[in-house]
């Protein structure tokens, strides 16, 4: 059996394409847990989702349409009000080109501006209303550190305590979606036992295109999803997967 050291890889990347790691910290994270944890989803009054027939006459990617809409929901928090599109494009391509094989656009196309406008608005105030909820401010893009094989990486936003992910999927959140938060965690948490740093509390995952979101603890979902492993016992397993370095193949 050969051994291969591992390259590194950003948390999402690990907790998308190497999901073992992670199965290994939470054998519980199946779709019985899932489900119960769906059923705690709720919506936004006043919001809408984006209609389904302008997301279908889109010709990007829709990965690609979805960046557009985070890149102007974050110029939009930044005070711009009305952003031009070149520049969102610019910005969604060079985060697509962190994880994907990303291409750009030859145009957008008015259908593209109005399903990515839409989901940027419903984004933008979900994110307000729950900054004025919290009296903290919107942090976008927040650092995750890195450990071992595991290069730092960045989030989507933060509020005060809270980690806020973005997913714009026409389905119900995951357990790969909650594999990456968890991993997002932990790492925050191996960090911040080194530099007496603050740790996320919560975490809200968000989905503008279906105007809707999901609240959950983080000790609770740590619990819940391993065999009753407390936070230490889990940041120490993870420390003593990624200082290995090897994969077996």
Not at 22 to 39: H, K
Not at 187 to 198: F, G, M, T, V
Request: glycine share 6%.
């Amino acid at each position: 059996m050969a051994l291969k050291r591992l390259p590194f890889r950003d948390p999402r990347t690990v907790a998308r394409d190497i999901p073992g790691v992670l199965d290994v910290l939470f054998p519980r994270l199946s779709g019985g847990l899932v489900a119960a944890l769906n059923r705690g989803a709720f919506y936004y009054s006043g919001l809408a989702p984006v209609p389904s027939e302008l997301v279908e006459q889109s010709q990007l990617q829709k990965a690609m349409l979805f960046e557009l809409s985070i890149a102007r929901t974050e110029l939009i928090l930044s005070g711009q009000a009305e952003p031009e599109w070149a520049e969102c494009i610019a910005i969604a391509l060079k985060r697509q080109s962190q994880h994907y094989d990303a291409q750009k656009p030859d145009r957008v196309e008015e259908s593209d501006q109005k399903a990515a406008e839409h989901a940027a608005l419903n984004l933008v105030e979900m994110l307000r209303r729950v900054a004025g909820e919290k009296g903290s401010q919107i942090e976008r893009s927040p650092v995750i550190p890195g450990m071992g094989w595991i290069a730092s990486g960045t989030g989507d936003f933060s509020i005060g305590k809270v980690l806020v992910e973005v997913k714009h999927t026409d389905r119900n959140f995951v357990a790969g979606d909650f594999r990456q938060v968890l991993m997002y965690w932990l790492l925050k948490y191996a960090s911040a036992i080194e530099h007496n740093d603050e740790i996320w509390t919560d975490c809200l995952l968000l989905n503008p295109r279906r105007n809707c979101g999901l609240a959950f603890n983080f000790d609770k979902l740590l619990q819940s999803a391993s065999s009753n492993s407390n936070r230490v016992e889990l940041c120490e397993a993870l420390r003593s997967i990624v200082e290995h370095e090897i994969v077996r193949r």
